[in-house]
DNA sequence: TCTATATCACCC
DNA sequence: AAACGGGTGATATAGA
């Protein structure tokens, strides 16, 4: 496959107007033919006119762009058909230069200083940015000015495609660019919300707040208003004559653990550390919800260093504290399943390096007791039931070394003596010994190559002072970010409706009637993104099903969420 | 009074 | 020197 082949490469922009929870509405489009030069500058109301798009989008046209789930949102909104194949810069610019020094930043205008070329002014961008959040009615001179803007980061694309071209891998880049499609479909969806209770929620979140603060800090005289003031704190601490820990730059530690550890020694530092954790936890003031009462926000699609998307935590709901997620109710006749992958980080782990240990730990069905029992910490005929700590201490174990935790951090987490801690991550050392082999290696390719790349070419680039814990780390949660989208792709290609991607989960809807198939559906399509990505190893989903009228809730977060509604 | 930095909490 | 990966964001305090 090469550039050649498409007998036409439209480069396009759309500039659109879209308030916070609501889907885009185009307010202009300006579209280059490459090769030919062929220049299309379109208004709003000529857009609206035309029942697909001014361009082929057939297979044999390349449609590129920036950002693409900007543009294939605004395609959504005028019913026009999806082109069939897409080249994203954005992405591709992010393959390259991730892990490194960029001058401007990811966006057209980073990538274009980048290469050397020069494009319009920052300045001009937010300008005309601002225009088009203010929305519409636009003057005449308006509209001319917006095109042009357009149009000036079309003349900025159609010089960065060139630049790019010769390192672009064109079939990967197609597929990085198809699941622009998805994540714009994804997007298009957004999540159903309980409307009411989120506005009670909101209206009554200060008072709640107010009312906590006045219950217990009448004890302790630390708050101004909502505001937990340490000097205060100090001053009570000095009073009290309990001793108190300090963070590296000589402020007082105020974390949870902190609290925990004082409160144990000193009890009445306890209802302080409660008040302050369930404070900490009540926050919902940027949700982005649409007057059709969905849940939408750009999903920043690329956006970390292992391509995983990565929403703002306060526009998402899947961003902040768990019990918010009891927000989520699917609308009447409807369901909603959240459907997750099981142990994927232990599983990609295990199928990549090719340790057959890991791989059969994870056909067990029970990785973590499995894993005890290689190990032989247990005996053969443990369950969950009878050796619960012992699985409880393998399983953080195995979570661990995913990240690289040292003894002393695992210890400290297992509330065990380091030696234990120890023993333990000797145990997976041993057990899995392939798995470390391939561990080690990728963390010495990357020092050697100065890379790492998943198994489509996903990149990062490394320094010779890269945290050998991120290099062992990469391949895992990469490959992990490349099989969600893979999975994302199909799902909505196959008519699936996708509300959210969520890492290693997706949230689908469909009609209550079927529901269930769908979700059959989906974890069909789920297993077989696994298997592409791991050469024919079949990861397990589970699910979570929540049907009209009931809400989703998350088991961690339903206590709060009762305290919660006991208050309002 | 505004901004930058440090710290912390939360997510997967 | 630290030793738990990838993130976003709120909050408190220090500094301009």
């Not at 980073?110 to 009615?137: N, Q, V």
């Not at 009890?267 to 409660?274: D, H, I, L």
């Not at 393998?394 to 995913?402: I, N, P, S």
Request: charged content about 25%.
């Amino acid at each position: 496959m090469n550039f050649a082949d498409f007998n036409e490469i439209w480069l396009a922009d759309f500039e659109f107007f879209q308030p916070d929870g609501e889907r885009p509405t185009p307010l202009c489009l300006v579209a280059r033919e490459f090769r030919s030069g062929r220049l299309i500058r379109l208004w709003h109301d000529d857009l609206t006119l035309l029942p697909e798009p001014p361009f082929p989008i057939d297979s044999n046209s390349l449609f590129v762009a920036y950002y693409a789930s900007a543009e294939l949102g605004c395609h959504l909104a005028l019913d026009w058909g999806m082109p069939a194949c897409i080249l994203d810069l954005y992405a591709e610019f992010k393959c390259k230069a991730s892990g490194r020094q960029t001058p401007c930043g990811f966006g057209l205008l980073g990538a274009s200083t980048y290469h050397g070329l020069d494009s319009i002014e920052s300045a001009e961008k937010d300008s005309m940015r601002g225009l088009a959040m203010r929305g519409g009615p636009y003057t005449v001179r308006e509209r001319a000015d917006l095109l042009d803007y357009c149009q000036s980061d079309v003349d900025a694309l159609a010089k960065l495609l060139p630049a790019m071209i010769p390192q672009i891998d064109l079939p990967r880049a197609l597929l990085r660019g198809r699941y622009m499609t998805a994540a714009a479909r994804m997007e298009w969806n957004g999540i159903p919300i309980d409307v009411p209770v989120l506005r009670k929620l909101r209206s009554k979140w200060d008072s709640i707040q107010d009312h906590l603060i006045d219950r217990i800090d009448r004890d302790y005289g630390v708050y101004d208003g909502r505001t937990f003031k340490s000097e205060r704190w100090a001053a009570w601490l000095v009073e009290k004559g309990v001793p108190w820990a300090h963070t590296p730059s000589g402020s007082l530690a105020l974390d949870d653990e902190t609290f925990r550890q004082a409160a144990r020694m000193y009890p009445e530092v306890s209802a302080m550390r409660e008040l302050r954790a369930t404070l900490s936890k009540l926050r919902l003031h940027e949700l982005a919800v649409g007057y059709d009462g969905r849940n939408r926000c750009l999903l920043s699609a690329f956006a970390s260093k292992t391509g995983r998307n990565q929403p703002s935590n306060a526009k998402f709901i899947f961003g902040p504290a768990t019990w918010l997620r009891g927000l989520i109710k699917p609308a009447p006749d409807t369901a909603v399943a959240y459907i997750d992958y099981e142990q994927q980080e232990f599983a990609i782990g295990a199928a990549l390096s090719g340790d057959h240990a890991m791989m059969d730990a994870y056909t067990s069905g029970d990785p973590y007791l499995a894993f005890a029992k290689q190990a032989g910490a247990v005996p053969p005929n443990a369950t969950k039931e009878t050796h619960k700590d012992e699985r409880d201490q393998f399983k953080v174990c195995a979570l661990a070394t995913q990240y690289g935790m040292g003894a002393t951090s695992l210890a400290i987490k297992l509330g065990e003596p380091i030696v234990r801690a120890r023993e333990l991550l000797h145990l997976h050392r041993e057990t899995y010994h392939e798995y470390w082999r391939w561990s080690d290696a990728a963390r010495d390719y990357a020092m050697l190559s100065g890379r790492l790349q998943t198994v489509f070419g996903w990149t990062v680039h490394v320094g010779t002072n890269a945290n050998p814990r991120s290099l062992r780390n990469f391949p895992i949660q990469a490959n992990g970010a490349e099989m969600l989208r893979l999975a994302c792709c199909r799902a909505t290609e196959q008519g699936i409706k996708v509300c959210a991607p969520v890492h290693d989960a997706l949230l689908i809807e469909a009609p209550l009637a079927e529901i269930d198939q769908t979700i059959e559906h989906c974890q069909a399509i789920m297993r077989e993104a696994s298997e592409i990505i791991l050469g024919g190893y079949s990861l397990r989903t589970d699910v979570e099903v929540v049907r009209y009228p009931d809400r989703y809730m998350d088991k961690r977060g339903a206590k709060m969420w009762e305290v919660v509604c006991d208050l309002t």
